[in-house]
């Protein structure tokens, strides 16, 4: 009786040790899908916060380009309230139209764009003509309309002013 107790303790320490020295190979699979699992997720995470990042340097470069495009489109030439002289770049038959270009201008950096009414509405032959500046000499003029052919590509010519 005695053995037989021994021998169910032996077996007993047998069977508890079989079960308690390791997982399964189930258990061992499912712990290494579960790692593989966290590691796919670790990696989708870097890869979306790297196309995010890539996307905001993307903008970045792009708005700073821009800026600098912007920064040398614009022409460095001193207005004159007071001057004679004036480039006219565009004619249009719409008032609308004409002062949505004279935006257009303004955004370029032309702050002294303007619109000038001409004709006679009683024929309905009326212009609306978008002109940039007022400057003091038509030597002035002809750089500013030289800069705006090579800047613009924008066809133009000299007008005088009534103002001066």
């Known amino acids: 009786m005695k053995q037989w107790i021994i021998f169910l303790i032996i077996t007993a320490i047998s069977i508890g040790m079989l079960y308690g020295c390791g997982p399964s190979e189930e258990e061992q699979r499912r712990a290494e899908q579960a790692r593989q699992d ?19 340097k993307a903008r970045a470069d792009s708005l700073a380009a821009q800026k600098e495009e912007e920064s040398e489109d614009q022409i460095d030439v001193t207005f004159d309230p007071d001057g004679a002289y004036a ?15 004279v935006d257009k201008w303004v955004n370029r950096g032309f702050e002294n764009a303007f ?12 212009w609306f003509r978008v002109r940039l500046g007022r400057l003091s000499s038509r030597q002035a003029a002809q750089e500013l309309r030289q800069q705006l052919r090579e800047q613009y590509d924008a066809p133009s010519w000299i007008s005088t002013t009534s103002g001066g």
Do not use: N
């Open 38 to 56: 966290s590691l796919e997720q670790v990696r989708q995470q870097q890869l979306e916060q790297q196309r995010r990042d890539s996307i905001a």
């Open 87 to 101: 480039v006219q770049v565009e004619a249009w038959r719409s008032e609308r139209k004409a002062e949505s270009q």
């Open 115 to 126: 619109v000038v009414k001409h004709g006679r509405e009683e024929t309905g032959d009326v």
